[in-house]
């Protein structure tokens, strides 16, 4: 029994001195990864090992979950200066310390969201968004800060003119345009540099077919909320009825929220599937949720009518089924988008309506491309009761 309890002993004794300071629940998980590094292992190991004894975890933690392209061509100085500058807004700001740990490692510490290239953004973005912060007292004061002065920041505004939609901070801000993809990278590593826990979300296609969209999260108070890189109000946006309207059941339509950690899941990347290195979390419930409450605090408060818009081929034809046409349309309300859905075909239930739900004596105008390609837009006035607008191509 003595010799096996020195057995023992000098088991765990082994395993502490290979990986000093660091919790053993890394341990199997660093052999793995350091293995999968191969060459580019000596700077891996160099960042463990210099590392502050405070942020050994948070060096420990990225190695063991980064994908496989990073372990073998992250240098260690790279990796190292991430995460003391993660730990440095984490203790800077008051409100950055009471973030639990589990989710300062997985949405305040990761270098990167998706499969953006990789870049050393977190030194700059320190250097640009912490004097907007520096007099915050809460958490919630901070995220609108940062939401509140990104655009004027950075110079960056969506454009579908940009170079690729999965772009990095500094290839998108070299451009000044950004896919809406681009723009939650931004945002994302923005709140992420002053300690602000921040994820990206986004679905492959909406409900109704009219394509992909990505925003971000912030975590506050416990609780995920959803904001974009152009803000509203937290859990406020033009998408919030397509996100009602998601289906958790199927990849392609299902909400998901990226991860460092794995999940067993992987984000759709919509402009390469085959990746999937990505983790993610299936979220979808939770904008059902937001959109049904949402919707009947709106209706039930009186203040809101429903909107329902049909698409014809022309104006001679809004009689049958076989005339109407399935057609993309945006909703605003002056400069502010505040919805958008696809119209009913010939081939779907009469009753099958886009609908959007609107306020109350307000103008709002409905855009979409006519039979000729050009963008037109129609307005609406809408007063005290619910509306049927029929629009032609």
């Given at each position: 029994?003595?010799n096996?309890?020195?057995l023992?002993?000098?088991c765990?004794?082994v395993?502490?001195?290979k990986?000093?300071?660091?919790?053993?629940?890394?341990?199997?998980l660093?052999?793995?990864a350091l293995?999968?590094?191969?060459?580019?292992?000596?700077?891996?190991?160099?960042?463990?090992?210099t590392?502050?004894?405070?942020?050994?975890e948070?060096?420990?933690f990225?190695?063991?979950?980064?994908?496989?392209?990073d372990l073998t061509?992250?240098t260690?100085?790279?990796l190292?200066s991430?995460v003391?500058?993660?730990?440095?807004?984490?203790?800077?700001?008051?409100?950055?310390?009471?973030?639990?740990d589990?989710?300062f490692?997985?949405?305040v510490l990761?270098?990167?969201?998706?499969n953006?290239t990789?870049?050393?953004w977190?030194?700059?973005f320190?250097r640009?968004?912490?004097?907007y912060?520096?007099?915050?007292?809460?958490?919630d004061?901070a995220?609108?800060?940062v939401?509140?002065n990104?655009?004027?920041e950075?110079k960056?505004?969506?454009?579908?003119?940009?170079?690729k939609?999965?772009?990095?901070?500094?290839?998108s801000?070299?451009?000044n345009?950004?896919?809406?993809?681009?723009?939650?990278?931004?945002?994302?590593d923005?709140?992420?540099s002053?300690?602000?826990p921040?994820?990206i979300?986004?679905?492959?296609?909406?409900?109704d077919?009219?394509g992909?969209h990505?925003?971000?999260?912030v975590w506050?108070?416990?609780?995920?909320?959803?904001t974009?890189?152009?803000?509203?109000?937290?859990?406020?946006?033009?998408?919030?009825?397509?996100?009602g309207?998601?289906d958790?059941?199927?990849r392609?339509h299902?909400i998901w929220?990226?991860s460092f950690?794995?999940?067993?899941?992987?984000?759709?990347?919509?402009?390469d599937?085959?990746?999937?290195y990505?983790?993610?979390?299936n979220?979808t419930?939770?904008y059902?949720?937001?959109y049904k409450?949402?919707?009947?605090e709106?209706?039930?408060?009186?203040?809101?009518?429903?909107?329902?818009?049909?698409m014809?081929?022309?104006?001679?034809n809004?009689?049958k089924?076989d005339?109407?046409?399935?057609?993309?349309?945006?909703?605003?309300?002056?400069?502010?988008q505040?919805?958008?859905?696809?119209t009913?075909?010939?081939?779907q239930?009469?009753?099958?309506v886009?609908?959007?739900v609107?306020e109350?004596?307000?103008?709002?105008?409905?855009?979409y491309?006519d039979?000729?390609?050009?963008?037109?837009?129609?307005n609406?006035?809408?007063?005290?009761?619910?509306?049927e607008v029929?629009?032609?191509?």
């Amino acid at each position: 029994m003595k010799n096996l309890f020195i057995l023992l002993l000098c088991c765990v004794c082994v395993a502490c001195a290979k990986y000093p300071g660091v919790p053993e629940k890394y341990h199997a998980l660093l052999d793995k990864a350091l293995e999968k590094a191969g060459a580019n292992q000596t700077e891996l190991v160099k960042a463990l090992k210099t590392a502050a004894p405070e942020m050994k975890e948070g060096v420990a933690f990225l190695i063991a979950y980064m994908p496989e392209r990073d372990l073998t061509s992250m240098t260690g100085d790279d990796l190292l200066s991430n995460v003391q500058l993660a730990y440095e807004a984490r203790n800077r700001f008051a409100w950055a310390k009471s973030v639990p740990d589990s989710i300062f490692l997985n949405d305040v510490l990761p270098y990167a969201s998706l499969n953006e290239t990789r870049e050393n953004w977190r030194a700059d973005f320190y250097r640009r968004f912490a004097p907007y912060v520096e007099n915050c007292k809460t958490l919630d004061e901070a995220i609108a800060a940062v939401n509140r002065n990104i655009r004027d920041e950075v110079k960056v505004d969506y454009n579908t003119g940009r170079e690729k939609p999965d772009q990095s901070p500094f290839e998108s801000m070299r451009q000044n345009m950004a896919s809406c993809s681009g723009l939650s990278i931004l945002l994302t590593d923005a709140f992420r540099s002053v300690g602000i826990p921040s994820r990206i979300a986004g679905t492959a296609n909406w409900h109704d077919n009219r394509g992909n969209h990505n925003w971000c999260e912030v975590w506050l108070d416990g609780k995920w909320y959803f904001t974009e890189y152009y803000p509203n109000k937290l859990d406020r946006s033009w998408f919030l009825a397509d996100a009602g309207k998601a289906d958790p059941n199927d990849r392609m339509h299902a909400i998901w929220a990226s991860s460092f950690k794995p999940t067993g899941e992987s984000f759709p990347l919509v402009w390469d599937f085959n990746i999937k290195y990505v983790p993610a979390l299936n979220v979808t419930q939770r904008y059902l949720d937001i959109y049904k409450q949402v919707y009947n605090e709106q209706l039930e408060g009186g203040n809101y009518v429903k909107m329902k818009v049909m698409m014809y081929k022309d104006k001679r034809n809004t009689r049958k089924s076989d005339d109407r046409v399935a057609a993309n349309v945006d909703i605003f309300c002056g400069k502010d988008q505040i919805g958008g859905g696809r119209t009913a075909g010939p081939r779907q239930d009469m009753n099958d309506v886009l609908e959007f739900v609107v306020e109350k004596n307000k103008e709002y105008t409905l855009y979409y491309f006519d039979k000729d390609g050009k963008w037109v837009g129609e307005n609406v006035k809408v007063k005290e009761k619910p509306v049927e607008v029929k629009l032609h191509l």
